[in-house]
């Protein structure tokens, strides 16, 4: 594991390109765990975090094949996961973390931070995807720092706490659900009255999860990987 005052990972990450390299990533008051991917000629970086999710959706194994093909892309991924063991439990007892909208937006904006201070990655710009409550989380911390984020991407719901960031959300902000996800479905139309910045919304028709099968899966791809790599660029 690499600790946060090794300043040369991210050049052994790019030598390795493709290949992930663990890192631990000071942010706030923690150390948070990740993997990062950069390939070669990559001009910007996704922040794909994890909070408190079910593990019967799989959702890391969902999140490895949308960051893979990011880097196809030409993006570098990092995945991270915005809690530690001891939080998640102390989460089974008092659901104190899981909708922690304000601990999950100083997480991602302090893991952004610190790409930022790196000589080797400052020139790559930042977008943040999360799913549920962790896309209402990458709402928050573009709205927190909007100079910082170049890009947002929610899927599913990201419930009414996200409401009250969204004015303040200037980034590009791709809203994506399921057709048959209502819930989801109707907290994006409620979120793009809000939203001030660049903004789209787009469903996965006929489907209601977007990674029920390879059809949603692929439509996932296609829709947020363009996005990124649109709104992306090297920053100068």
Do not use: C
């Amino acid at each position: 594991m690499i600790d946060n005052n090794d300043e040369n990972y991210v050049s052994n990450a790019q030598n390795t390109q493709s290949q992930g390299q663990l890192v631990r990533i000071g942010a706030e008051a923690v150390y948070l765990n990740g993997i990062l991917q950069i390939p070669q000629d990559a001009r910007g970086l996704v922040i794909l975090a994890h909070g408190i999710e079910d593990p019967a959706q799989n959702p890391h194994q969902n999140v490895i094949a949308l960051a893979s093909a990011f880097q196809e892309h030409g993006l570098a991924t990092l995945q991270v996961d915005l809690f530690s063991s001891d939080e998640i439990a102390l989460d089974e007892r008092t659901d104190f973390f899981r909708q922690n909208i304000d601990i999950m937006q100083q997480r991602l904006v302090g893991t952004a931070e610190w790409f930022l201070e790196n000589a080797s990655t400052e020139n790559l710009s930042i977008g943040y995807f999360g799913i549920n409550e962790v896309g209402a989380a990458a709402i928050a911390a573009a709205a927190a720092r909007p100079d910082i984020a170049a890009a947002v991407v929610v899927l599913g719901s990201a419930g009414e706490l996200a409401s009250q960031y969204a004015a303040h959300d200037l980034a590009p902000t791709l809203l994506l659900a399921a057709e048959g996800d209502n819930v989801a479905v109707d907290n994006h139309k409620q979120l793009l009255d809000l939203l001030t910045g660049e903004k789209k919304s787009e469903v996965v028709a006929g489907e209601s999860n977007l990674f029920s099968n390879q059809h949603s899966v692929n439509e996932v791809i296609r829709l947020v990987g363009g996005w990124l790599s649109h709104w992306l660029v090297p920053i100068v």
